[in-house]
């Protein structure tokens, strides 16, 4: 990040290698992570365990691995900076791993705002953000392909999600794959808009 205040370009910096030392992430035979200290290190680590399953799973094709991301900025009004970063890892498994990091900061003070610095109320929300997921996910709760319908229980149960950020119509919701369901309903992302919110929105 070339502009801005020096605490933004500091706080979105940190975050950004955060991230990318987690999609980068290498693991030994044990498969514990392997922490890394740099980006370039978590490169290294990220190629030698490439070779080590090559060499581990011998006869068994290990396929090309692959981690790539990609950046979005979904709000920059000057007093807020709503940054997406998007990734894709594929490490030799059955399919590859969607990973999306979603964040907002003040762009004076470099702050990374929470859900108490958006809204009044995070119960209250919760109830507001399932009722737009399920509007959103039709086609998991009302199939109509015949499939059995998506239903919340006790081992996926609904939450609000880890990324989200401000934008200018509302905050904006990204869930993860296996986050508050199965691999197989994939990702989620939509916008609770400030009509929405009502008076627990903090922002307008």
């Not at 950046?71 to 490490?91: A, K, M, P, S």
Request: hydrophobic share 35%; aromatic share 12%.
């Amino acid at each position: 990040m070339e502009q801005g205040s020096e605490p933004l370009k500091k706080s979105v910096a940190a975050w950004a290698e955060k991230y990318l030392l987690g999609i980068l992430e290498g693991y030994d035979s044990l498969g514990n992570s392997i922490p890394s200290s740099s980006l370039e290190a978590a490169a290294a680590s990220f190629f030698q365990t490439r070779k080590d399953f090559a060499m581990d799973a011998e006869g068994s094709p290990a396929g090309s691995w692959t981690a790539e991301s990609t950046d979005t900025v979904l709000l920059n009004d000057g007093q807020h900076l709503t940054l997406e970063i998007l990734g894709y890892t594929f490490e030799g498994g059955a399919h590859g791993s969607p990973t999306a990091a979603v964040l907002t900061f003040e762009t004076n003070t470099g702050k990374p705002l929470t859900w108490d610095d958006l809204v009044t109320d995070t119960t209250a929300l919760k109830v507001v953000a399932e009722k737009k997921f399920k509007e959103v996910r039709t086609d998991i709760f009302n199939p109509t392909d015949g499939s059995e319908p998506f239903k919340f229980d006790d081992i996926f149960q609904f939450k609000l999600p880890d990324n989200y950020g401000l934008t200018k119509d509302g905050i904006y919701c990204h869930y993860l794959a296996y986050e508050v369901g199965p691999y197989a309903i994939g990702e989620s992302a939509f916008t609770i808009t400030f009509g929405e919110l009502g008076a627990l929105s903090k922002k307008k």
